[in-house]
């Protein structure tokens, strides 16, 4: 969880002016696992002798064909080959057209207006609510201990794209829902598409 996850006063990642604000690329295959897996953080290589963001400054994160916008963030490190950006704002499951922003390699210049029209295109930050997650795998295995081993090994080998994760909203389990790579799935074999 980051520090601005908890957020529920509609604010995003424009309190301040966007002074010295960036364009970053997603390289490819990283969509996947950023929406997938939850992280603090995002580490890209960036080229060298490249401008580059220096620590603070606002960050907008586009994955390219079409362009889109997945995540706000703040440059945490910024390294002579590498550049660590905060995650200040998500929106991997709904990204927001981001066609208007000229990009020119994996970190580029962006315009503080471009960049506050881009942030206010998310709105404000959706209320946090809990929701109840589940994984429930038959294993035989000799004792306890040894089930939950064999557990977190089917987990770690076979993950989001093979395990089915159960999702409701707490307080309402019968509006439970699969999801497999991100996504609500079907799990009734009869009802196959």
Do not use: C, K
């Not at 390219?64 to 945490?76: D, K």
């Amino acid at each position: 969880m980051t520090a601005t996850d908890h957020r529920a006063s509609g604010t995003t990642d424009v309190d301040g002016p966007a002074q010295g604000a960036w364009a970053v690329l997603l390289p490819a295959g990283r969509y996947d696992a950023e929406r997938l897996v939850h992280h603090d953080t995002l580490e890209l290589s960036v080229p060298v002798g490249e401008s580059r963001p220096r620590p603070g400054d606002p960050v907008a994160v586009l994955v390219p064909e079409p362009p889109r916008l997945v995540a706000l963030g703040r440059v945490a490190r910024a390294g002579a080959d590498s550049l660590v950006v905060t995650y200040t704002r998500r929106a991997f499951d709904e990204p927001a057209p981001a066609d208007q922003v000229p990009v020119a390699g994996p970190v580029t210049p962006l315009d503080a207006g471009v960049y506050r029209e881009l942030a206010d295109r998310l709105g404000p930050p959706p209320l946090r609510r809990t929701w109840l997650v589940s994984l429930d795998l038959p294993i035989e295995a000799d004792s306890r201990a040894e089930a939950v081993r064999i557990f977190w090994s089917y987990v770690q080998e076979l993950g989001p794209a093979e395990l089915p994760a159960f999702v409701s909203p707490s307080g309402d389990e019968l509006a439970m829902q699969a999801f497999v790579l991100g996504a609500e799935a079907n799990q009734d074999p009869e009802e196959d598409d």
